[in-house]
């Protein structure tokens, strides 16, 4: 009972920190007014968006959840995105690979959705594309990759470990993905946790401080701040500019 109660209050402290961090920086999130009204219909976005895709680009959103709010700011260069997919056609429609859970997924395992459900305005702000310097023989050596993890049910990696590879997080599976793919030709960096980003994400994962003191992450924003990356475009859920 007394576990319970304390999970509960660690998982309220999480919120509360993300809230704060977000909100407190000055950052700006009226992307859409108190009856969900658009200027540019959403739907419409992400039915262009569609037409744009082609295999192998990533697909990078910012959704409204508060932990997504923490993940975002992982990111040092830019602290737009807290989620990321890749993007495979099957049968002449694409599909974007994703690892998630909670809510979103349940089961942990590897999933794929089309844009519509990835990006659903409903529960993100934002999303957007870019593109690799990816070869026809590397993206097909990328779709194998991605569709042989998704065959084995690789599940989502909750303690953000990039030592192991039974089991990945969102940003690691494309950055490994893509290392493997291009034998080694687009690596990936990966960002440093803080003190506090290492104190919070120990109440967030449950391990120990002496493992997310050393912490290592492939943040959202490393995915496309490379010279192996370009923007496709970008789109807010938003009214005005």
Known sequence: MLNQLAMKLLTLLFIFYSLFVTFGNGTNHSNVDAAGGYDIDPYAMINEGQSLLKDGDLVVRLNRDPSSQFIRN????????SHSGVVIYENGY??????????ENPSGK????????????????????????????????????????????IRFDPA????SNDKMYCSEMI?????KASDNRILIETTRLTAKEAAL????????NTFTNNLEVVSID???SNSHCH??????YQRGK
């Open 110 to 153: 590897m999933k794929k959705d089309s844009l519509i459900r990835f990006c659903n305005p409903r529960k993100n702000m934002a999303y957007g594309i870019f593109r690799y310097d990816l070869n026809k023989k590397e993206i097909e050596k990328l779709k194998a990759i991605v569709h042989d993890w998704y065959d084995r049910g």
């Open 201 to 208: 994400f120990s109440l967030y994962s449950h391990q120990p």
């Open 94 to 103: 694409p599909y974007v690979y994703h690892m998630v859970m909670g809510e």
């Open 74 to 81: 992982l990111n040092r260069h830019d602290k737009t995105y």
């Open 175 to 179: 950055s490994k993905a893509l290392e």
């Open 222 to 224: 490393e995915l496309y």
């Open 160 to 163: 953000f470990n990039l030592s």
């Open 231 to 236: 923007l496709v475009k970008k789109y807010k």
